[in-house]
């Protein structure tokens, strides 16, 4: 490696560097990494520019090293000229001069050029949001799993000492709660009926809307990072002739909770009084209150 290519590495690894502490003071990571691991992503970047820096500093080449550890008129210590008797004044045969590089690969400014490509055009395209195809693989159409029974009790004294109300008197509840609720039968019978309000953002409805009088909310779920990502969501049913919020929209959706079984699944249902725009949170993965 010369003192170029070195400088080359260098170069690479401050752009890295740079690159992962621009996403860690930047909103762009939120979508992607929990955000109790995000210091992670602030030590990563330091330590890239940390080598990156060295290798600009000390480009020594690996040649020069050669040269300095090879010589070919050294003294061995062998004084046994049957068991030391080779010349190191020629060098093995490589059909040239002893002193030449052997250079591989197809060098580093192809390099360079193959690293820098996609890396820009992943930052100049990427939008940092799953299509509704990929929301889907992530749950946003499946049913609800059935929850343990060995959850503790919850009556309704418990919803109402736990959950806040907005100023319509509707419970403010976790897109994820309405969710689950679907899995429990006890819980189904406390929120049956229930006033409440959701916060999230809007998808087509894609079950049991023949009529296509509904759309879905949705939340999504991280424990990690987007690798492990789960999307949760609560169909919404408007009554006729009432405005409706655009795919991609934030909202906070009221209305009355309720659950329908569709081909033997029981699903949650927010019949809509009222849908208002809402400003987007932080953290998609994280409830604003």
């Known amino acids: 490696m010369t003192s170029l ?15 992962l502490i621009y996403f860690y003071h930047s909103t762009r990571i939120r979508d992607y990494l929990d955000v109790g691991f995000h210091h992670f992503i602030m030590v990563g970047g330091i330590g890239m520019l940390i080598l990156g820096i060295y290798s600009f500093i000390n480009p020594k080449s690996q040649s020069e090293k050669n040269k300095t550890s090879q010589s070919c008129d050294h003294d061995h210590g062998h004084r ?3 068991q030391h008797s080779h010349d190191h004044n020629h060098c093995h045969d490589h ?8 250079e591989e690969g197809h060098g580093p400014f192809v ?34 799993a059935l929850t ?38 006890e ?10 309000e959701l916060e999230g953002r809007i998808a087509p409805e894609k079950i049991n809307n023949e009529s296509g009088d509904r759309l879905r909310i949705f939340r999504s779920i991280i424990t990690c990072c987007a690798a ?24 906070k959706a009221s ?3 309720t659950f329908e079984t569709v081909e033997g699944d029981v699903l949650p249902l927010l019949k809509i009084r009222e849908v208002i725009p809402a400003e987007e949170p932080y953290s998609e993965f994280r409830r604003r209150q």
């Not at 059909?95 to 052997?102: R, V």
């Not at 008197?169 to 899995?183: D, V």
């Not at 408007?238 to 991609?248: D, I, K, L, W, Y």
Request: net charge negative; with cysteine.
């Open 111 to 144: 390099t360079i050029l193959l690293t820098l490509a996609p890396l820009i055009l992943a930052m100049t395209y990427t939008q940092d949001k799953l299509s509704n195809g990929g929301m889907a693989k992530k749950g946003l159409y499946e049913k609800p």
């Open 255 to 257: 209305g009355t909770l």
């Open 5 to 19: 290519d070195t400088r080359l590495f260098g170069f690479l690894a401050c752009l890295w560097g740079s690159l």
């Open 228 to 251: 492990d990502l789960q999307i949760v969501g609560v169909a919404l049913e408007f009554p006729g002739g009432s405005n409706r919020p655009q795919v991609e929209d934030w909202v």
């Open 80 to 82: 046994d000229d049957e």
């Open 148 to 185: 343990s029974a060995n959850i503790p009790p919850f009556t309704r004294e418990d919803l109402e000492k736990n959950v806040p109300k907005n100023e319509h008197g509707e419970f403010q509840l976790r897109m994820i709660s309405a969710y689950y609720a679907a899995g429990d039968l």
């Open 187 to 196: 819980i189904q019978d406390i929120f049956d009926g229930l006033p409440v």
């Open 95 to 102: 059909g040239d001069h002893c002193n030449h590089d052997h």
